[in-house]
Nanobody
Framework: VQLVESGGGLVQAGGSLRLSCAAS???????????MGWYRQAPGKQRELVAS???????NYADSVNGRFTISRDKAKNTAYLEMNSLNPDDTAVYYC???????????WGQGTQVTVSS
């Protein structure tokens, strides 16, 4: 699986960004990708799952972003998006996407995209 994230940048607190994730690989032809998700990792912290969306469109969010972030997915394009609103400095992190292959998240990662929120 190849994962390519984009859309990060520097934004002021209260601003918005939209991240994109393009996923590719032979496993997509076997219809075993059950979900896509967005993770983030801030300096000195563990990587955390912030949002996920299943093949049927069900979404789940971390408490810290619920109500501010929206995940969506274009299954035909194997692409996921993360719309981020009301950003605050605590959202500063490198954001990564991943795919749920069966019941496990794919073990390798893309390069991520940096999101920096200034106060």
């Amino acid at each position: 699986v190849q994962l390519v994230e984009s859309g990060g940048g520097l934004v002021q607190a209260g601003g918005s960004l939209r991240l994109s994730c393009a996923a590719s690989g032979s496993i997509f032809s076997s219809n075993v990708i059950n979900a896509m998700g967005w993770y983030r990792q801030a300096p000195g912290k563990q990587r955390e799952l912030v949002a996920s969306i299943t093949s049927s469109g069900s979404t789940n969010y971390a408490d810290s972003v619920n109500g501010r972030f929206t995940i969506s997915r274009d299954k035909a394009k194997n692409t996921a998006y993360l719309e981020m609103n009301s950003l605050n400095p605590d959202d500063t992190a490198v954001y990564y996407c991943n795919v749920l292959y069966g019941s496990h998240w794919w073990p390798s990662w893309g390069q991520g995209t940096q999101v920096t929120v200034s106060s």
